[in-house]
């Protein structure tokens, strides 16, 4: 049996992710020049396996290049270059887009640059007759058609990255997608999935407690679906459900749940200490990796199995730093 390696601190590979070419330093912008993201080339390529793509390379318009821009339907844009409302590239645009797109049903994740016709996640501009965008903005076409064909894919802005919280949400994403189709790759049993979820329930917990019983309903033997339909729809769920940051006071709902697990192990004093602390994180006054790396010592010495192999301790490389910023 394949040894499967669960925790991001264990993981002896990278995970493969998308990203806009430009933000590795590639020279492909209209201008000739790249907008090169230290964050991503210089923190995340420790972890992230990349595959660089820049769209509208590959639709053949070169670099440096006129500009481009998104004209007509808000819901159904066409491309064009902004000097020549004309001539529209949309059809040759996408043709190489969704050639590649195909190919990438082994990703994890992907980094998108923002502001971009082609790239941008969200808020492009979608310019009308009267030479004005349209109130409703769009995604770029590119990531357009890359959400239609993987919806639950995490995708991020380069720029948004800044953000600790969304920086939080899409790395707790990218190594949730990867972990659930490691362990529910081909071959897959309702076993795994069972043992998958015991290790997020407080992961799940933590972003909504509905959804939370809600996937325990569906793995309770009730559910008549067959497994391949029932591991479709939990995945949807759980991706879905990871994809809103879990609040404050749902965190220390988990926090409270955990120091229960040491109730026969440590002293009630040794349990005051550490809700005293989960109180400071629910005042704004330390941040989440304060309570979880206090918890996480006691667990690992005085925790279940089950208990210690939550991913909600560890759900990316702690390396990164992640929850100190939240
Ligand atoms: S934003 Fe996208 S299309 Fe524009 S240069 Fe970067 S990779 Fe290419």
Redesign the pocket.
Known sequence: MTHIEHSPDQLSHKIPVGI????LGDN???NGGH?HSDYCDKVLTKYFDYQK?????AAGFGTPRPTLRLEGDPNSPRMTFSKNAEEDVSDVFMAASNKYIEKLSHLDGYIL?KK?P??GLERIKVYQENGHPHMQRSAGM?TKALRQRYPLLPMEEDGRLNDPMLRENFLLRVFTHHDFRQSLGEGARMKDLIAFHSRYKYMVMAHSQPIYRKLGRMLSGNDTRPFHALKDAYFETLMTTLSQPAKRKNHCNVLMHLVGYLKHAVDVSVRKDILDVVEQYRRGEVNLATPVTLLHHYIKHYGSEYINQQSYFIPYPSPLGIRNTV
């Not at 806009?20 to 933000?23: E, G, H, I, R």
């Not at 793509?53 to 390379?57: A, D, G, Q, R, T």
């Open positions: 806009s070419s430009c933000l492909v912008r209209y907008s793509f820049c769209p509208e390379m640059m971009s082609s790239c590119f």
